[in-house]
């Protein structure tokens, strides 16, 4: 069974066609990566994926429940995460608070609860903490020490990027959506980012859905590549056929005139 | 644990100066501010976490008190007040049956009637839970709103309940526009009002620093990545919009019973103005700062009454040159602060000149009959309220306190978010190929590719 399923999505703005009939399979442990020209409706298959928009048509299947008119909280609790193209952190609060408000929903502890201080309140606050340590450390050192505790707008953007990836894997989320994952970074950063991305898959488990512009990136990681243009799919497979398909090469390059 | 024996011990000073103040004489004056500031600092508090932390413009505070202004009222009111003569818009029914003492003693509590104080305390919590249900009534459908908007519609609640008393139906509970007098001033004693605000400061802290507070503040920073990483925003917005109702309700009585009266008037929209401009002083996000603005903007008020004294002319001189020379000198104290050049910005010697102008006026026409007559300037406090609040948008637009929150960390340590030597070496060593000869190789695998 695949993770998730898109079965013929179709979404439009007004008279804007953004997604017509899409399908799309990531089976468990993949990484795929979506790509096409600005405008081709990459961002609005995230946002239809994670529940910001409602497919006008089609359905949504992910582990084999259908997700599609969830709100994003509820997808976010079935087990999809995702990252924004442009940080969109909480930028006033600690890089701790950051990577705990994801796992609020998994709390159990009531709000008075939480007030008093109940044993399994407290409990749950630990547990917490230590979940979210693990998940910085998936970047090393160098969010853990004095880091943790100052808030986000002192951090470096690459440290934000980080920061970012690790809130959506406190989520509790087995399939992480990642919206241009290296976006202003330099090239050894986007490598460092390119190795953690594996290694989410091989030590995290997780299976990964990017939209990415540094072609390198994509095909230094991706198993399977997508693409868009104006909101078809025309082509899916491995990148070195991708990058070869005529259509892409039109979609991406233009027709030459003969 | 340091830090809660600290708590301890700075409450329990609190509480041994409250105490000495009450015994000594000649401070009634002092006292009846202490309490004005308890009262409406648990207000601004509750304000300030629909307001502050879950970043959302409410304007319909003041309805919320009135709320549990009225209840705690008519649950209060004693037997000989509420004889027809005195409460005559009331109905029978409400007359005869709202009644708390009657309730507990059909229920054979009859210990707990007999003691007010525990009367006022099911009181208190009756009128809160009633302004919260009132918070889930006016939140539920207002929530889905965003900014500008909600903050009109709650306005409108807040009006609409404000004014609601008056109406000859909701009279037969209200006593309409003649308002309810005669309430026990339990409230009157300061320390009902001071362990009333520990409760709460007790409660917002803890509730701040929960997961809850968390997911709140994360709907103020960012209401999108919030619940795209799972949180409920309806749920938590209205539990946050309850929890305030609730606190607003509660210090409504207390005032009510401060003040032994309720009408529509005690509670007009000029409460919620007064709690906007105290927690935006004080910083809004900050339990601290609501606390503390509430306590410049009612000390002002109290106090500031030497201002609007009639006082001969050369006073108001002197008193403004004095003010635009600090101004003055602030300004060039400020600039050399963040080292900017020049240290005295030109146009700000306006402030100087006018300043010494008026001090040469006033030294040169001392003696003149226009110099000597007496004065009175009207409204000098709100006018000092208005001028501290705009100082403090131009120079501190988050307020006093910011965000941030007291705590003893922050005065002595350890300070967690500032990196010790040792950690500061370990990140130099992380990011500097110099130090960190692993790192070096990695660099030219980058410039090659």
Redesign the interface.
Known sequence: MPLLELRNIYKAFGGLQAISNVSLTVNEGEIVSVIGPNGAGKSTLFNLI?G?YKPDRGDIIFQGERINGL???QV??KGI??T?QNL???????VL?NI??????R?K?S?LA????TPR?VR??EE?KKIALEKLSFF???LM??R????VYVLSYANRRRTEMA??MA?GAKLLLLDEPSAGMN??ET?EITQIIRRFRDEGGYTIVLVEHKMNLVGEISDRVVVLDYGVKIAEGDYKDVVNDPQVIEAYLGRREE | MRDYLLTLLSVGLAALALYFLTVSEGTSGLLSALTLIFIWGIAAISLNLINGQLGILSLGHHGFMLIGGYVTALLMLPARERRPFRTRLLSDWARNHLDLDKWLRGLGLDALANSIDAKFIIALFIAGLAAALLGIIVGAPSLRLKGDYLAIVTFGFGEIIRLLPNAPEVAAFTNGPLGIKGIPGNAGNIWWTFLALLLVLWFFSRLKFSSYGRAFEGIREDEIAAEAMGVNLAYHKILAFTISAFFAGVSGGLYASYLQSVDTQTFNFFVTFFLLVAISLGGLGSITGALLGTAIVVLVRVYGGFLEQPNPAWVGYLSGAVLMLAAFAFSAYIRKARRLRPVIEPKHFIFGAVGAVLLVITIAFFKQPWMQQTVQFFGMRKMLLAVILILIMIYRREGVMGRAEFSWKLIIGPREDIPTDEQRKQDAWLSNPDLNPGLKEDGDDDASA
């Open positions: 994670t910001v709100t994003p909280d976010t609790k995460a995702r924004f969109r952190l909480f930028t006033h609060l600690s608070d705990l408000i994801p796992q609020h929903h709390l502890s709000w939480a007030v008093l201080r309140y749950e606050e917490m090393g050192p160098r020490s004095f943790l505790h100052q808030p809130r959506a989520t090239p050894k490598k």
